[in-house]
Protein backbone atom coordinates (compact mmCIF):
# COMPACT_ATOMS: atom_id res chain seq x y z
CA UNK A 1 0.00 0.00 0.00
CA UNK A 2 1.97 2.63 -1.18
CA UNK A 3 0.99 6.41 0.29
CA UNK A 4 3.34 8.57 -1.44
CA UNK A 5 3.19 8.05 -5.33
CA UNK A 6 5.42 8.90 -7.94
CA UNK A 7 4.14 7.66 -10.64
CA UNK A 8 6.98 8.90 -13.70
CA UNK A 9 10.02 7.33 -13.47
CA UNK A 10 11.89 9.53 -15.61
CA UNK A 11 11.66 13.13 -16.99
CA UNK A 12 13.74 14.26 -19.65
CA UNK A 13 13.63 18.07 -20.35
CA UNK A 14 15.82 20.46 -22.03
CA UNK A 15 18.30 23.06 -20.77
CA UNK A 16 16.39 25.90 -19.50
CA UNK A 17 13.20 25.19 -19.72
CA UNK A 18 11.17 24.20 -16.66
CA UNK A 19 10.74 20.76 -15.65
CA UNK A 20 7.53 19.97 -13.29
CA UNK A 21 7.93 16.55 -10.94
CA UNK A 22 4.96 15.04 -9.71
CA UNK A 23 3.79 13.63 -6.78
CA UNK A 24 0.29 12.19 -5.45
CA UNK A 25 -0.45 10.94 -1.70
CA UNK A 26 -3.25 8.99 -0.30
CA UNK A 27 -3.32 9.57 3.54
CA UNK A 28 -5.16 13.00 4.25
CA UNK A 29 -3.73 13.24 7.59
CA UNK A 30 -0.26 13.82 6.04
CA UNK A 31 0.43 17.74 6.90
CA UNK A 32 3.78 18.30 5.89
CA UNK A 33 5.44 17.43 2.44
CA UNK A 34 9.24 17.29 1.39
CA UNK A 35 11.15 16.89 -1.85
CA UNK A 36 14.76 15.15 -1.57
CA UNK A 37 17.34 15.58 -4.49
CA UNK A 38 19.89 12.38 -4.58
CA UNK A 39 22.56 11.93 -7.28
CA UNK A 40 24.38 8.33 -7.72
CA UNK A 41 26.85 6.88 -4.82
CA UNK A 42 25.72 9.59 -2.53
CA UNK A 43 22.79 10.46 0.05
CA UNK A 44 19.65 12.44 -0.42
CA UNK A 45 19.92 16.12 0.56
CA UNK A 46 16.56 17.94 1.72
CA UNK A 47 15.29 20.06 -1.43
CA UNK A 48 12.68 22.09 -0.53
CA UNK A 49 9.44 21.34 2.16
CA UNK A 50 5.38 22.80 2.23
CA UNK A 51 3.28 22.72 5.21
CA UNK A 52 -0.27 21.85 4.82
CA UNK A 53 -1.72 25.31 5.33
CA UNK A 54 0.06 26.61 2.14
CA UNK A 55 -0.23 26.14 -1.16
CA UNK A 56 2.84 27.70 -2.70
CA UNK A 57 6.66 27.74 -1.49
CA UNK A 58 9.74 29.49 -2.96
CA UNK A 59 13.35 28.80 -2.89
CA UNK A 60 15.33 29.86 -5.63
CA UNK A 61 14.69 28.71 -9.07
CA UNK A 62 12.18 25.97 -7.07
CA UNK A 63 8.79 26.07 -6.25
CA UNK A 64 6.61 23.51 -4.52
CA UNK A 65 3.01 23.80 -5.02
CA UNK A 66 0.68 21.42 -2.75
CA UNK A 67 -3.19 20.57 -4.10
CA UNK A 68 -4.93 19.27 -0.92
CA UNK A 69 -7.91 18.47 -2.60
CA UNK A 70 -6.47 16.61 -4.93
CA UNK A 71 -4.20 14.76 -2.93
CA UNK A 72 -1.27 16.03 -5.07
CA UNK A 73 2.51 18.03 -4.89
CA UNK A 74 4.79 19.05 -7.68
CA UNK A 75 7.87 20.48 -7.91
CA UNK A 76 8.61 23.14 -10.46
CA UNK A 77 12.48 23.69 -11.39
CA UNK A 78 12.62 26.45 -13.79
CA UNK A 79 15.08 27.28 -15.37
CA UNK A 80 16.04 23.96 -15.63
CA UNK A 81 19.93 23.09 -15.37
CA UNK A 82 22.31 20.01 -16.42
CA UNK A 83 23.09 19.84 -12.74
CA UNK A 84 19.67 19.61 -11.80
CA UNK A 85 19.75 15.84 -13.26
CA UNK A 86 18.89 13.71 -10.29
CA UNK A 87 16.48 11.22 -8.87
CA UNK A 88 14.17 13.36 -6.38
CA UNK A 89 11.76 11.93 -4.18
CA UNK A 90 8.46 13.12 -2.70
CA UNK A 91 8.49 12.45 1.04
CA UNK A 92 5.44 13.00 3.49
CA UNK A 93 4.37 13.23 7.19
CA UNK A 94 1.85 13.27 9.75
CA UNK A 95 2.31 15.30 12.51
CA UNK A 96 5.30 17.13 13.69
CA UNK A 97 7.10 13.96 15.60
CA UNK A 98 6.13 11.25 12.67
CA UNK A 99 8.34 9.73 10.44
CA UNK A 100 8.74 10.22 6.57
CA UNK A 101 7.39 8.35 4.08
CA UNK A 102 9.26 8.22 0.89
CA UNK A 103 7.80 7.71 -2.69
CA UNK A 104 10.08 5.80 -5.24
CA UNK A 105 11.57 8.92 -6.90
CA UNK A 106 11.91 10.08 -10.55
CA UNK A 107 15.07 10.54 -12.25
CA UNK A 108 15.23 13.88 -14.28
CA UNK A 109 17.29 14.56 -17.07
CA UNK A 110 18.59 18.31 -18.12
CA UNK A 111 20.01 17.87 -21.57
CA UNK A 112 22.41 20.67 -22.28
CA UNK B 1 32.15 19.62 8.57
CA UNK B 2 31.21 15.58 8.76
CA UNK B 3 27.58 15.62 9.01
CA UNK B 4 26.56 12.03 8.81
CA UNK B 5 29.06 9.41 8.57
CA UNK B 6 28.52 6.17 7.64
CA UNK B 7 31.26 2.99 7.78
CA UNK B 8 31.81 1.11 5.76
CA UNK B 9 30.72 2.33 2.35
CA UNK B 10 30.81 -1.52 0.89
CA UNK B 11 30.57 -4.62 2.06
CA UNK B 12 29.93 -8.56 1.21
CA UNK B 13 28.76 -10.61 3.47
CA UNK B 14 27.86 -14.38 3.16
CA UNK B 15 24.55 -15.93 4.21
CA UNK B 16 24.60 -16.21 8.18
CA UNK B 17 26.98 -14.06 8.82
CA UNK B 18 26.60 -10.68 11.15
CA UNK B 19 27.77 -7.43 10.60
CA UNK B 20 27.24 -3.56 12.25
CA UNK B 21 26.86 -0.63 10.10
CA UNK B 22 28.34 2.27 11.77
CA UNK B 23 26.50 5.80 11.99
CA UNK B 24 27.91 8.42 13.16
CA UNK B 25 26.56 12.49 13.46
CA UNK B 26 28.22 15.75 14.83
CA UNK B 27 25.54 17.66 14.73
CA UNK B 28 23.86 16.87 17.84
CA UNK B 29 20.53 15.84 16.62
CA UNK B 30 17.99 14.12 18.90
CA UNK B 31 16.75 12.17 15.59
CA UNK B 32 18.37 9.51 13.84
CA UNK B 33 16.91 7.13 11.40
CA UNK B 34 17.60 4.08 9.71
CA UNK B 35 16.59 3.66 6.03
CA UNK B 36 17.29 0.83 3.33
CA UNK B 37 16.79 1.67 -0.57
CA UNK B 38 16.28 -1.54 -2.83
CA UNK B 39 16.60 -0.84 -6.62
CA UNK B 40 13.67 1.57 -7.92
CA UNK B 41 12.28 1.83 -5.19
CA UNK B 42 12.03 4.85 -2.49
CA UNK B 43 13.38 4.64 1.07
CA UNK B 44 12.11 2.19 3.54
CA UNK B 45 12.48 3.07 7.40
CA UNK B 46 14.28 -0.04 9.03
CA UNK B 47 14.72 2.07 12.55
CA UNK B 48 14.30 4.96 14.08
CA UNK B 49 15.12 7.15 17.90
CA UNK B 50 14.18 10.10 18.66
CA UNK B 51 16.99 10.42 21.34
CA UNK B 52 19.56 8.62 23.46
CA UNK B 53 18.29 5.53 24.97
CA UNK B 54 15.27 5.39 22.87
CA UNK B 55 14.64 3.40 20.41
CA UNK B 56 11.74 2.09 17.81
CA UNK B 57 10.81 0.06 14.65
CA UNK B 58 9.93 1.87 11.17
CA UNK B 59 8.10 -0.23 8.43
CA UNK B 60 10.92 -3.11 7.66
CA UNK B 61 13.00 -3.65 10.83
CA UNK B 62 12.53 -7.56 10.52
CA UNK B 63 16.37 -9.08 10.46
CA UNK B 64 17.43 -6.27 12.29
CA UNK B 65 18.58 -4.34 15.79
CA UNK B 66 19.85 -0.99 16.94
CA UNK B 67 20.95 0.59 19.87
CA UNK B 68 20.92 4.55 21.03
CA UNK B 69 23.33 4.49 23.76
CA UNK B 70 24.94 8.28 22.61
CA UNK B 71 23.05 10.74 20.69
CA UNK B 72 25.89 10.61 17.98
CA UNK B 73 25.98 6.96 17.76
CA UNK B 74 23.30 4.32 15.92
CA UNK B 75 24.36 1.70 14.58
CA UNK B 76 22.53 -0.91 13.09
CA UNK B 77 23.12 -4.49 13.43
CA UNK B 78 22.29 -7.08 10.70
CA UNK B 79 22.15 -10.99 12.48
CA UNK B 80 22.23 -13.94 9.93
CA UNK B 81 22.27 -11.93 6.73
CA UNK B 82 20.01 -12.93 3.98
CA UNK B 83 19.79 -12.47 0.29
CA UNK B 84 16.96 -9.89 0.90
CA UNK B 85 18.98 -7.78 2.82
CA UNK B 86 21.38 -6.76 -0.26
CA UNK B 87 20.56 -3.08 -0.69
CA UNK B 88 21.93 0.35 0.03
CA UNK B 89 21.38 1.58 3.61
CA UNK B 90 21.58 5.02 4.41
CA UNK B 91 21.84 6.64 7.96
CA UNK B 92 19.99 10.01 8.75
CA UNK B 93 19.59 12.59 11.73
CA UNK B 94 17.68 15.65 12.24
CA UNK B 95 16.91 17.98 14.51
CA UNK B 96 13.24 17.41 14.82
CA UNK B 97 11.63 15.02 12.10
CA UNK B 98 11.73 16.91 9.03
CA UNK B 99 14.16 17.77 7.22
CA UNK B 100 16.67 15.08 7.82
CA UNK B 101 20.53 15.04 6.96
CA UNK B 102 21.48 11.72 4.99
CA UNK B 103 25.22 9.65 5.32
CA UNK B 104 26.39 8.86 2.15
CA UNK B 105 24.80 5.24 2.43
CA UNK B 106 26.50 1.87 2.75
CA UNK B 107 26.34 -0.63 -0.27
CA UNK B 108 25.20 -4.55 1.23
CA UNK B 109 25.63 -7.15 -1.01
CA UNK B 110 24.35 -10.67 0.88
CA UNK B 111 25.70 -13.70 -0.84
Known amino acids: DQQVKQNSPSLSVQEGRISILNCDYTNSMFDYFLWYKKYPAEGPTFLIS?????DKNEDGRFTVFLNKSAKHLSLHIVPSQPGDSAVYFCASQTGANSKLTFGKGITLSVRP | NAGVTQTPKFRILKIGQSMTLQCTQDMNHNYMYWYRQDPGMGLKLIYY???????DKGEVPNGYNVSRSTTEDFPLRLELAAPSQTSVYFC??????????FGQGTRLTVV
Open chain 2, 49 to 55: SVGAGIT
Open chain 1, 50 to 54: ISSIK
Open chain 2, 92 to 101: ASSPRSTEAF
